[in-house]
Antibody
Framework: QVQLQESGPGLVKPSQTLSLTCTVS??????????WSWIRQPPGKGLEWIGY???????YYNPSLKSRLAISIDTSKNEFSLRVTSVTAADTAVYFC????????????WGQGTLVTVSS | ETVMTQSPATLSVSPGERATLSCRAS??????LAWYQQKPGQAPRLLIY???TRATGIPARFSGGGSGTEFTLTISSLQSEDFAVYYC??????????FGGGTKVEIK
């Protein structure tokens, strides 16, 4: 059974870089059947897709965030990572990682999520 | 960007009653539509994909319908564990993949 687990700092200062890692267990991140995604949810609000990465390193980003994003993958560690630069309070959210199927980009399963607060 | 609009924002239902949630897309998404359930403090859980296919382990009281721009999620007889927020998500026109704003199903 595949499981995903987010990790990283819970507090980031404004203008700095947010960095998170998602560790995958129970499945190989090198599978050519899946994309590996980041999604976020500001407190009390809805869901926003951030972007995803394929095992080959190909990425797809939300255009609204693209200029500040980088998603990378480390197949040797079976994990993928998110970096968001120049953060503001608007980036405060629970960040989820999730798997989606190639050509059927629904999200299943999800990690439990990690809250990142942007504050000085 | 394909905008997903869910209605109503809040639905008050008694246990055992039927609940029908709506999701509208700003342009056709064919049947590339998923539904998720989210409980407080938890990650969303996939319920339905392909507009009408239940995900593994999802009870038969959950059913999805529609295609194109109009979709519904029906819970035939609400159980206590079904009170939650429900989101739809399109995966036809991307990037970006987009979600609806959610419908909260609360106890009447």
């Amino acid at each position: 059974q595949v499981q995903l687990q987010e990790s990283g700092p819970g507090l980031v200062k404004p203008s700095q870089t947010l960095s998170l890692t998602c560790t995958v267990s129970g499945d190989s991140i090198s599978s050519d059947n899946y994309y590996w995604s980041w999604i976020r949810q500001p407190p009390g609000k809805g869901l926003e897709w951030i972007g995803y990465i394929y095992y080959s390193g190909t990425t797809y980003y939300n255009p609204s965030l693209k200029s500040r994003l980088a998603i990378s993958i480390d197949t040797s560690k079976n994990e993928f990572s998110l970096r968001v630069t120049s953060v503001t309070a608007a980036d405060t959210a629970v960040y989820f990682c999730a798997r989606s199927t190639l050509y059927q980009e629904r999200f299943d399963p999800w990690g439990q999520g990690t809250l990142v607060t942007v504050s000085s | 960007e394909t905008v997903m609009t869910q209605s109503p924002a809040t639905l008050s239902v008694s246990p055992g009653e039927r609940a029908t949630l709506s999701c509208r897309a700003s342009q056709t998404v064919y049947s590339n539509l998923a539904w998720y359930q989210q409980k407080p403090g938890q990650a969303p859980r996939l319920l339905i994909y392909g507009a009408s296919t239940r995900a593994t382990g999802i009870p038969a009281r959950f059913s999805g319908g529609g295609s194109g721009t109009e979709f519904t999620l029906t819970i035939s007889s609400l159980q206590s564990e079904d009170f939650a927020v429900y989101y739809c998500q399109q995966y036809s026109n991307w990037p970006p993949l987009t979600f609806g704003g959610g419908t909260k199903v609360e106890i009447k």
